[in-house]
């Protein structure tokens, strides 16, 4: 009798578990379905925004933000995709997990326009925000709300020293951002020129390293230090031109070629000069 | 435009032919008016010694002593620039040496000509058109050219210190090319601070701590103690995972947890490598890689810096790291290659 109790209670504890892996496994399905859906649904070029609701709550328009313009390369989920898989139109989706960026990431490459990708082999640059301001906070609520990450940076850079920001830009930053932070080239890659960046992205790109830039930790360089390389970075939109003639603070190549253009033009005229005389 | 061009070069062209003749005639009807009308002469039958056309000078021997003591100045300035050019390692030739002698003997020799030119060369000034074929001009002009050094009496002298003087000048300039290869002294070249056991420090001097090295990043690093100026002595350090490493066969266990140490300086034009790209999504991103910004010289940090593109010939130097029990990271030998640009005759090999 208690046998029979026990087996019929194990058979029924078993079918009872195996329902519920069911459930949660269809409504996986269910939902990655529907994600799929959103994403096949997406535009070539521009983003697909959700109906508006005005009282959705920030999040929730975040995840259909997400589903509908970032899934088919970073999962519905943010969980991120390793090898490149057919997505929406010619979209072939690869990219990192988000989980644990937090809201710091997802706010930089929003808000300069890294994100979205058209292709995932595209280099990111600085372009026109697809995204609406709330927007852009809605998503960014969404990937920071996926798992435990930095929050947006709040640097100070008035609390910052120039000379000591020109030191340790200079010593960590200028190779590929020019001394006068006028970006240039990595092999493979541009570098982007630093004028007309807001305080809190700098401080995002150092902390994360976008694309092919190193990351540098607080323990590399500390929010101090951080504050200083910010000031002075800022100082390079109006940088004080000693010359009176900055030929685009590009350094040693404007200025030579300048100065070759200025010899020929003299070298020209003395031959005409010389010309006139002996006539 | 074209009616003016044609009429003003017809007018010119009897114009200067003239004077200039009219002129050549006046200066040598002012220096002796006779001799003028018989220099023709003496010149057509070429017999006697011609006339004088340059007044006479009266031989001037202190000018002379003062041009052969400046010329001997230059040289022994020039002299000067050779021997300290030899004297020094070439780290620490000291510049302002070398320009007050390069400097010292062109000015001598600058000032030979000057007191040679104003106190002993008979002045005329003459003002011709280019010559047509004229023997007898020609003749003059040599003469003239004779005659303006009659008041020099120790010719021979002169012309010997001035031809040495333009020797051991044209010898000084020519002693830099000596830098371009190993003939003189090449140790300071091969010289390196790193031995066993040597602490890396960071541009601030403090001791690194292998758990301080993070991926993703880069570091400078010098050796401790030793000449930050040495080119031997920087590195640029960074941290793969593990088990990206490709290191050349030989190498095993010279990268502690991943942590790698490279020559900051470019085999190719000794720039410093400044650049470290760093994907953050290898799968679609560029590999990890260390750039010149000099001429983009790109090496591959996980296979010890082998040179995947740009004109550097071969890989940066890697120096083996190892553990000390505190944590901090220490050299474990010297370099795998000679450090510094590729200078003549190096491309591989160990230094020695």
Redesign the interface.
């Known amino acids: 009798m208690s046998r029979l109790a026990r087996t019929i209670a194990t058979r029924l504890r078993g079918a009872a578990g195996a329902r519920a892996r069911w459930g949660a496994l269809s409504a996986a399905a269910l939902l990655l379905a529907a994600c799929e859906g959103v994403a096949l649904a997406q535009p070539r070029g521009g983003v697909l925004t959700p109906p508006s609701q005005p009282a959705k709550p920030t999040v929730q328009l975040g995840h259909e933000l997400f589903e509908a313009n970032c899934a088919s390369c970073h999962g519905g989920l943010g969980q991120g995709i390793s090898h490149p898989r057919p997505g929406a139109g010619d979209i072939s989706g690869a990219a990192p997990s988000l989980h644990g960026v937090g809201a710091e990431a997802a706010d930089f490459y929003l808000r300069t326009g890294f994100m979205p990708l058209s292709n995932i082999h595209a280099e990111p640059s600085n372009r026109r925000v697809p995204f609406t301001n709330k927007q852009v906070e809605a998503i960014t609520d969404f990937v920071a709300s996926l798992g435990a990450g930095p929050a947006i940076p709040h640097p100070k850079p008035r609390a910052g020293a120039l000379n000591s920001g020109f030191e340790l830009f200079t010593e960590d930053c200028a190779g590929c951002h020019q001394s006068l932070a006028r970006g240039g080239f990595v092999t493979g890659a541009r570098v982007p020129p630093l004028q007309g960046v807001d305080a809190t992205e700098i401080a995002e790109a150092v902390r994360i390293g976008p694309y092919l830039m190193p990351r540098f930790s607080t323990k590399r360089i500390s929010d101090a230090q951080l504050n200083s390389i910010i000031r002075y970075v800022l100082s390079t939109n109006r940088p004080d031109n000693r010359g009176g003639w900055s030929i685009g603070n590009l350094g040693p190549i404007p200025e030579g070629l300048v100065a070759w253009l200025a010899a020929i033009a003299l070298a020209v005229l003395c031959l005409g000069l010389g010309r006139r005389l002996r006539a | 435009m074209s009616e003016r061009a044609k009429d003003?070069?017809e007018a010119?062209q009897g114009a200067p032919g003239e004077a200039g003749s009219a002129e050549a005639h006046g200066g040598a009807g002012a220096g002796d008016a006779q001799s003028g009308g018989s220099g023709g002469d003496g010149g057509g039958d070429g017999v006697e010694a011609p006339a004088r056309i340059v007044p006479p000078g009266l031989p001037d021997r202190g000018a002379e002593y003062v041009v052969l003591a400046l010329l001997a100045l230059a040289m022994l300035f020039a002299v000067g620039f050779i021997v300290v050019y030899a004297e020094y390692s070439p780290a620490e030739v000291p510049n302002q040496l070398l320009g007050v002698c390069i400097g010292g003997a062109l000015g001598f020799a600058a000032l030979a000509l000057a007191v040679l030119a104003r106190r002993l060369v008979v002045t005329e000034e003459l003002e011709d058109d280019y010559p047509q074929e004229n023997p007898r001009e020609q003749s003059e002009i040599a003469q003239l050219v004779h005659e303006s050094a009659s008041r020099i009496t120790r010719r021979r002298l002169l012309l010997g210190a001035g031809a040495a003087t333009g020797g051991v000048l044209g010898l000084a300039g020519l002693t830099p090319v000596l830098s371009l290869g190993p003939l003189w002294d090449t140790a300071p070249l091969d010289y390196s601070p790193w031995r066993r056991g040597r602490r890396l420090v960071d541009?601030h001097g403090y001791p690194m701590l292998a758990s301080?090295v993070?991926e993703?990043?880069?570091?400078?690093a010098f050796a401790e103690g030793a000449d930050r100026e040495d080119i031997a002595s920087v590195l640029v350090v960074v941290r793969l995972h593990p088990s990206e490493l490709r290191l050349p066969k030989g190498r095993e266990g010279w990268a502690p947890y991943g942590i790698l140490a490279y020559s900051k300086i470019c085999t190719h034009a000794g720039c410093?490598v400044?650049?470290?790209?760093?994907?953050?999504?290898p799968?679609?991103?560029?590999k990890p890689?260390l750039?010149c910004?000099c001429h983009?010289s790109?090496f591959n940090p996980a296979t010890g810096a082998s040179v995947i593109?740009?004109p550097a010939g071969r890989p940066l130097p890697q120096l083996p790291l190892m553990i000390d029990p505190s944590g901090h990271l220490r050299a474990a030998g010297d370099f795998s290659g000679r450090v510094g640009p590729a200078w003549w005759g190096v491309r591989e090999g160990p230094p020695t």
Request: hydrophobic share 35%.
């Open positions: 003003r070069p010119q541009p301080e993070e993703e990043t880069f570091y400078t410093a400044a650049l470290y790209r760093k994907p953050r999504f799968v679609v991103e560029a890689a750039v910004p983009y790109t593109f740009g």
